[in-house]
């Protein structure tokens, strides 16, 4: 589905974003591991399917970065066919109680970020007539809030409506710009909480279980590759059915 053509992931370095790597590297393409911890993007890339594969340390809240980024890319043959913008953190608080750096942190990796690297990488795309898909992660909290997560909620429905609105700017240019809203994931911090909490969760989802990481990774190859190729400004849930 994605032979030869070269895909960048942020956050590829651990969860969701090494599935997503994983599973776009076993459907052929070549993947740029980008994350903040340049022993993780390693291990990442030594997991792969294939061997066309390199790690490349960023912060993809720093411009100085997002550029350093793009001078290696420019090294490449070809340009990106795909970006899948993963990188997040979360610093959950209250809103009473939520700090200025706690808010502006979460924001300048969650939606700053997405901005500056699908800038950088759709004016590749257009440069070198490369069509492209970019492929977004937000959540479900960024449709339906969740408490002590103001500032995630916050990015997460910026991250919406910057990929319908970069959608519309770029379906002329052959790029296309779709998002997708995982809900309750089994991850190391899921699996950590307390049982009462997680049941709490899990009873919230019409489908009654946590999904897994692979499931957000197999929508996002859908929307990464030609089989979606009439697809663009869309918000693709991945939820067993939470938000509906």
Request: hydrophobic share 40%; aromatic share 4%; proline share 4%.
């Given at each position: 589905m994605l032979s030869s053509k070269l895909a960048i992931v942020t956050g590829g370095g651990s969860g969701i974003g090494q599935e997503i790597c994983k599973k776009l590297a076993a459907s052929g393409a070549n993947l740029i591991v980008a994350d903040l911890k340049k022993s993780a993007a390693e291990n990442t890339a030594k997991l792969?399917?294939?061997?066309?594969?390199?790690?490349?340390?960023?912060?993809?809240?720093?411009?100085?970065?997002?550029?350093?980024?793009?001078?290696?890319?420019?090294n490449w043959k070809t340009?990106?066919?795909?970006?899948?913008?993963?990188?997040?953190?979360?610093?959950?608080?209250?809103?009473?109680?939520?700090?200025?750096?706690?808010?502006?942190?979460?924001?300048?990796?969650?939606?700053?970020?997405?901005?500056?690297?699908?800038?950088?990488?759709?004016?590749?795309?257009?440069?070198?007539?490369?069509?492209?898909?970019?492929?977004?992660?937000?959540?479900?909290v960024g449709k339906i809030g969740n408490f002590g997560q103001t500032n995630y909620a916050a990015t997460?429905?910026?991250?919406?409506?910057?990929?319908?609105?970069?959608?519309?700017?770029?379906?002329?240019?052959?790029?296309?710009v779709n998002a997708v809203l995982p809900g309750f994931?089994?991850?190391?911090?899921?699996?950590?909480?307390?049982?009462?909490?997680?049941?709490?969760?899990?009873?919230?989802?019409?489908?009654?279980?946590?999904g897994e990481p692979e499931e957000i990774a197999n929508a996002v190859l859908f929307l990464a590759s030609d089989t979606s190729s009439y697809v663009t400004g869309t918000t693709l849930e991945v939820t067993g059915g939470l938000g509906m």
């Open positions: 792969l399917t294939g061997s066309a594969h390199t790690a490349f340390e960023i912060d993809v809240s720093k411009l100085n970065d997002v550029n350093r980024l793009k001078e290696f890319i420019q340009s990106p066919s795909v970006l899948v913008n993963c990188a997040g953190i979360t610093k959950d608080s209250t809103l009473l109680k939520m700090s200025q750096e706690q808010w502006e942190d979460v924001m300048n990796v969650n939606l700053n970020s997405i901005f500056m690297m699908s800038q950088m990488v759709a004016r590749e795309s257009v440069k070198s007539k490369t069509p492209l898909s970019i492929v977004n992660v937000s959540s479900i997460k429905a910026g991250v919406i409506g910057f990929t319908k609105s970069a959608a519309r700017e770029l379906a002329t240019k052959n790029v296309r994931i089994r991850t190391p911090m899921t699996e950590a909480m307390p049982p009462k909490v997680l049941e709490s969760m899990v009873s919230m989802v019409p489908q009654r279980r946590l």
